[in-house]
């Protein structure tokens, strides 16, 4: 018996090792060619010709009709005399200043108690006083006793704090019914063997966009801001695939 389980545990870790290895297989020959090679940076690609690019669809107003005024050189929305210089087509360009700040201290505490007890029986039964010895002994006094008791405790503590400051040009990919624009930028920075990546995207509105044609990333609905990098020092920082596997698999 002892040598069937530990057969069975052999199998079971040979076969987690080989899934894991199968996986990562493909990982590690990449990684085995760029040895000594730099990080190499992204393609400039379409964003609308990226798999899993879907156009947003928001709710929308009915439609108006524009008015113009004739005979007069101002344009209705515009904030130059002679041309607005803001992003409003599909193509254009804005710059987007990343300012983002967030601090939060979080502190619950928890405390739970609860007692309980049963205690039921009989004191006597008919005719039991008449009894003596051993048959005496043999009715029940009690029939039922039971105790219960449970406690439970539980403290948590949140204290974070980030803070991130810089700037992205984005695209416009897309003009709403509305007028309001879809835009996305990336922005990749290679220091050394480490690339550093930035990628904003959301919805803007045009009244929110300023006169130098920046926008602050706090007027940005539906958000998607990530900053994070890869390279050297980023894949020492990640566990390897074999532990990220057993993480996943093992229930304790």
């Given amino acids: 018996m002892f040598k069937s389980v530990s057969t ?4 079971l870790i040979t076969a987690l090792l080989a899934t894991g290895g199968l996986a990562g297989g493909c990982s590690s020959i990449d990684r085995l ?47 130059a005399f002679f ?3 803001r992003a409003a087509k599909v193509g254009d360009i804005m710059t987007v200043t990343v300012n983002f700040t967030d601090k939060a201290a979080i502190a619950n505490e928890t405390k739970r108690s609860r007692s309980g007890s ?26 039922l006793t039971t105790d219960s008791s449970s406690s439970s405790g539980g403290k948590g503590t ?13 695209v416009v990919t897309q003009v709403l019914p509305n007028g309001n624009l879809v835009v996305e930028g990336k922005q990749e920075i290679r220091v050394n063997f480490e690339v550093r990546e930035l990628i904003v995207a ?35 920082q990640q566990p390897r695939y074999g532990q990220q596997v057993m993480d996943v698999l093992l229930p304790f």
């Fill in 8 to 11: 069975n545990r052999i199998v």
């Fill in 33 to 79: 060619a760029a040895i000594g090679e730099k990080p190499a940076l992204s393609a400039i690609e379409n964003p609308t010709t990226q798999p899993g690019y879907k156009p947003v669809q928001m709710p929308m107003p009915k439609p108006e009709v524009a008015s113009y005024n004739a005979n007069s050189l101002w344009r209705n929305g515009s904030r």
């Fill in 83 to 85: 041309r607005d210089q």
């Fill in 118 to 143: 049963e205690d039921s029986g009989i004191t006597d039964f008919a005719g039991s006083k008449l009894l003596t010895g051993d048959a005496a002994q043999v009715l029940p006094g009690r029939i």
């Fill in 158 to 170: 949140v204290d974070r704090q980030e803070k991130l400051q810089t700037s992205v040009a984005a």
């Fill in 202 to 236: 959301g919805i803007v509105r045009p009244e929110d966009i300023q006169s130098d044609n920046t926008i602050d990333s706090s007027k940005i609905a539906q958000a998607r801001i990530a900053y994070g990098g890869r390279g050297q020092i980023t894949d020492v």
